[in-house]
């Protein structure tokens, strides 16, 4: 039978481009699922916040901080500004950019990840955030 399950959690994240390796966190909770074959959806709450999919290794972290301020970079004047005055029109565009969620398989119980690839939550904002998490999971408990 194919069943629903969601679960939220909060990281606390420094001023943007911040990443946290959340891989744990979203493993866990399929093992609290009980799901064996099924998929993972990952969701940031907020749109200066962002969810992909890289290898958490310092090189390459700061890799990804560096291109995405390329991007978009902080002291570009964006339209954003006209609005709210915030400072933050960069944010919502790197967001943008990365988009807030990936889709993960699950197979025999664990994410379906290469030996390399860890699933990472992004701050843009240029304020420290408690990041909002969604998961919703959908699979089944039979192997």
């Known amino acids: 039978m194919i069943k629903l399950y969601k679960f939220d959690f909060s990281i606390e994240m420094e001023r ?32 200066t916040g962002s969810v992909t999919t890289i290898e958490y290794e310092s090189g390459v972290i700061e890799d990804l901080k560096r291109i995405i301020n390329e991007l978009a970079p ?13 400072g933050n029109g960069h944010s919502h565009v790197q967001s943008a ?3 807030p969620s990936v ?8 994410l379906e990840l290469g030996t390399w690839q860890q699933i990472v939550l992004i701050n843009h904002d240029i304020h420290p955030r408690l990041r909002k998490v969604s998961l919703t999971i959908i699979g089944t408990d039979e192997g």
């Open 16 to 47: 943007g481009v911040d990443i946290k390796d959340i891989t744990g966190m979203v493993a866990k909770a399929i093992t609290k699922a009980n799901v064996k074959d099924g998929v993972v959806h990952i969701t940031s709450i907020g749109s």
């Open 74 to 86: 902080p002291d570009r004047y964006y339209e954003h500004e006209r609005a709210w005055h915030d």
């Open 103 to 110: 889709s993960i398989s699950i197979r025999s119980g664990k």
């Open 97 to 99: 950019l990365l988009g």
